[in-house]
């Protein structure tokens, strides 16, 4: 009887693997050495200390595995890591291990020899100061000009640069952390903080992140923060300086988490904070677990550019509870939150503004098109052998929206909203492929039988280049208007005094500015920026076109202008198009040499990066 009902069970246990895709482990990540179908990082313990003045972190972490095949050794992602030592916890042992020359793109291979019995190891190690995954800001980048800031930016493939770890996003760990910094500095971890301030040592922070997260979530900042709450559940880590000016910005917080929740499920992670970094943040937000890392170049003042903020959060569904298996799938994490961002807008602005950004997004992804080569204008590229980095076009982000837009249009918003509901809780804490995603449509849809599908062909939204001719394409009255009023006034058929701009909105700006020809002629120029001061715009995107017009135009007045915007923003979206223009310019090579060279100390390793290359090409 008794072995009877212990083969039942095994019996079950089996048929519940079988029955249970082990999504990401099972997949090869070409993004990573790691073999985690062997060996698997399950929980880690950090311990750190961050020193400004070597621009290192020392580090021990603690590795938990899941040994899931016993002779196997275990292989991590490691890049610039200076080991100090790898032994067993808690005895000690030293470990044997080996590390393979460094590869520019993916760094080295760690395997570690691991005897009968071992399940859990702690390295000891330093990082570069020039970790590839972290930026050490030096005072006179930040706010307040006087204490230094730190911050990492992990996604896609750099925690490897400042954590041994398996660097794919088809495993996951929980974590705990503890963090040593000088006493005027705060640390903001992507897990709870443990203690309240009143209560905690200065100078030592603790987290906990309870949730599975995979590596590319990992994030730590330092600096001289201060913190004020918005919401029951969300508050503004930032400088004393930006702190009631973010605080201001981001009052919806609150009600876009709602938003999402009453559609899509509960919010997963118990707090939702926002950190505001130094401008030289190469990136508009990171979607990191618990709180969100974002640039200082949102805070407008009248709330028009927080589409950031419900883009990061939707993340928390779409990403951080669902994630991409591989970067080969990175459509599924930012093609979902571009489009759960657009419900968002709408919820809490309005359908005009849904309808503005979704179009708005439909015409980058047609710009888009026109330079990225056919083989990457697919919904699943192949980024093998290439930094997944240079994957980070328009089309995961639009090309994925359009195609959940037109199952929305076609099915309804009811159906729809349930479908992706099912999909974010039937694979919460999982690592997910397309193809993942084409089983659950036909499951969920069986799109064979439903005439409301008809003609719908997702193997080509997949697999092919292009957008698909059954594609539901985006209108936008508000827009067409704005581009009417841009294509009359740039004839001349309407005049400039004839503008009514004291009406329009930072959107209505985009899309006037975003509908121009190459270039004005500079009385148009002068008239237009003595009317409405753009040259004097302190709106970061607003002043980004207008440059731009100003650049190709050769719109000197606002020379002094884009020197000193450039030399201050380290975003990529908002600085790599400024740099380019002036390139195209007469002599533009030499005035680009002199100011990358004055600005790119305060650039991100990223940002210098990409600027690099790009003025090399023009050589
Ligand atoms: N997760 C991305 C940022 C990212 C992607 C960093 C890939 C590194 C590699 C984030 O959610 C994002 O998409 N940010 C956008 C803003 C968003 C509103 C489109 C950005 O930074 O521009
Ligand atoms: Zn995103």
Redesign the pocket.
């Known amino acids: 009887m008794r072995i009877h009902w212990l083969k039942r069970f095994l019996d079950l246990l089996m048929c519940m693997t079988a029955m249970i895709p082990i999504r990401g482990a099972t997949v090869a990540d070409p993004h990573s050495y790691s073999q985690p179908s062997r060996v698997a990082l399950r929980h880690l313990d950090l311990d750190l200390r961050v020193d400004f003045a070597e621009r290192v972190i020392e580090g021990r972490a603690t590795w938990s595995l899941d040994r899931k095949d016993p002779q196997a050794s275990l292989v991590m992602d490691i890049r610039g890591l200076d080991l100090l030592s790898i032994r067993t916890a808690p005895q000690g042992q030293t470990l044997s291990h080996r590390i393979s020359p460094n590869d520019p793109i993916f760094g080295s291979r760690l395997e570690v020899d691991l005897p009968e019995g071992v399940h859990c190891i702690v390295i000891h190690y330093r990082t570069a100061p020039s970790a590839s995954g972290l930026q050490w800001v030096g005072p006179e980048g930040t706010a307040g000009g006087k204490q230094p800031f730190l911050y990492s930016?992990s996604?896609?493939i750099h925690a490897r640069s400042w954590v041994p770890c398996q660097d794919t996003p088809g495993v996951r760990f929980t974590y705990k952390a503890k963090v040593h910094v000088a006493p005027v500095l705060r640390v903001v971890m992507s897990a709870l903080e443990q203690e309240q301030a009143s209560d905690r040592p200065s100078g030592i922070f603790q987290f906990d992140q309870p949730k599975p997260i995979p590596s590319y979530l990992l994030a730590l900042a330092v600096g001289r923060l201060d913190f004020k709450p918005i919401g029951p559940r969300s508050g503004v880590y930032a400088e004393p300086e930006t702190l009631e000016k973010a605080a201001a910005e981001f009052v919806d917080t609150e009600a876009m988490i709602q938003a999402v929740e009453k559609r899509y499920g509960p919010y997963a992670w118990g707090r939702y904070d926002l950190l505001v970094l130094p401008p030289s943040f190469p990136?508009?937000?990171?979607?990191n677990p618990v709180v969100t890392f974002a640039t200082p170049t949102i805070l407008a003042g009248d709330k028009s550019l927080v589409?950031?903020v419900a883009?990061?959060l939707a993340?928390s569904w779409s990403?951080n509870l669902v994630t991409n298996a591989t970067w080969r799938d990175f459509w599924l994490?930012?093609g979902f939150?571009?489009y759960v961002?657009g419900r968002i807008m709408e919820d809490l602005f309005g359908p005009e503004r849904g309808d503005f950004e979704r179009r708005l997004g439909y015409e980058e992804l047609l710009a888009e098109l026109k330079e990225v080569p056919e083989p990457d204008q697919r919904l699943i590229p192949d980024f093998t052998g290439r930094d997944p980095?240079d994957g980070?076009t328009r089309i995961p982000?639009e090309k994925g929206r359009l195609l959940l837009y037109q199952l929305e249009s076609r099915l309804g918003r009811e159906r729809f909203d349930s479908f992706l509901r099912g999909w974010f809780t039937n694979n919460a804490w999982k690592s997910v492929t397309s193809e993942d995603f084409v089983a659950y449509y036909n499951a969920e849809l069986k799109p064979e039988q439903d005439p409301a599908l008809k003609g719908l062909n997702l193997g080509e939204w997949l697999n092919k280049p292009g957008i698909p001719a059954s594609a539901t394409i985006p209108v936008s009255e508000r827009l067409t208007k704005q581009v009417e009023l841009a294509e009359k006034w740039s004839k001349g058929a309407l005049k400039t005094a004839d503008l009514e701009i004291r009406e329009w909105s930072t959107q209505d700006w985009l899309a006037f500015l975003n509908h121009q020809p190459l270039t004005l002629p500079l009385s148009l120029m002068a008239e237009l920026d003595k009317k409405a001061q753009l040259t004097e715009k302190s709106n970061a995107e607003v002043a980004h076109l207008w440059y731009l017009l100003a650049i190709r135009s050769g719109y000197k007045a606002a020379d002094g202008a884009i020197d000193a915007y450039i030399s201050r923003i380290g975003r990529r979206?908002l600085v790599v198009p400024l740099y380019k223009a002036l390139l195209g310019r007469p002599n533009g090579q030499k005035r680009v040499m002199g100011l990358f060279e004055k600005a790119r100390s305060g650039y991100h390793p990223i940002t210098s990066g990409t600027l690099e290359r790009l003025i090399h090409e023009d050589q």
């Open positions: 930016q996604q896609a990136f508009g937000g990171m979607e589409s950031l883009h990061e993340h990403g994490n930012e939150t571009t961002e980095d980070v982000y979206k």
